[in-house]
């Protein structure tokens, strides 16, 4: 399970650690999420073997379980090792990568997770907020009032069980989702939001909503960005 970097502004070997180049230069078989951002990533990592000798198989959200994943872990039964990438940050995490892990464990594989930045945990890290119990619960629903019902219930959550809890939003609808989060949590709610990890413009920062509500909000469209209800 190879990271990668989440962010395209920074260099692979400026947040991961040197000990996976090893690794990588080992591999000739790669399961990725997507083969053009992931050549991208080896090419600028600088890796020994030339990527033209390489092999690349895709697994991503339209990868169904079953024939399909049997398929990309055959050539590892046969004794081939395989690295397993996704399009940003760790494999497997809010990211594909799952569907290959359980058929390896399945089929006696040994799975190994090599360190890299993960957008969600450096987020909760970097945020105050409860780190001894969060929850990622993805993205929200799309229309406003759905997805203002899912916010009441993080914030009943994260208030009851004292649960962080984290979610995403397709870049172009963060200010959507901002304006809508500062129009429906309470006024002592506190709300983390983190944008750009890793990138020379990173932002990060946590307040209650009344003090959101008091400030100029930051440039958000088109930027990632997790959002962290405490």
């Given at each position: ?25 080992s591999l000739d078989y790669f ?139 397709a870049p172009y609808r963060n200010v959507k989702l ?53």
């Open positions: 399970m190879i990271p990668c970097p989440i962010s395209d502004e920074t260099a692979p070997w400026d947040v991961l650690p040197a000990a996976n180049r090893a690794v990588i230069d399961i990725v999420e997507n083969v053009r951002t992931t050549r991208r990533f080896l090419s600028r990592a600088g890796i020994a073997r030339r990527i033209e000798e390489l092999e690349f198989e895709e697994l991503n959200e339209h990868t169904v379980a079953g024939a399909e994943v049997e398929r990309l872990v055959a050539p590892i039964l046969k004794g081939r090792s395989a690295g397993v990438i996704s399009e940003a940050g760790v494999p497997g995490v809010a990211d594909p990568g799952a569907l290959v892990v359980e058929a390896c464990h399945r089929h006696g594989v040994r799975v190994v997770p090599l360190v890299g930045p993960s957008s969600i945990i450096m987020a909760v890290m970097a945020s105050g907020l409860n780190g001894q119990s969060f929850a990622f619960n993805g993205y929200l629903p799309v229309k406003p009032p759905e997805r203002g019902k899912a916010i009441r219930q993080l914030e009943r959550r994260a208030h009851s069980e004292h649960q962080s809890q984290l979610f995403i939003e901002m304006d809508q989060l500062l129009h429906t949590l309470a006024g002592d709610t506190l709300l983390t939001v983190a944008m750009d990890i890793t990138a020379p413009g990173e932002f990060i920062l946590t307040l209650r909503v009344e003090e959101w509500l008091k400030r100029s909000l930051p440039e958000m469209n088109k930027r990632p960005a997790i959002f962290i209800i405490g």
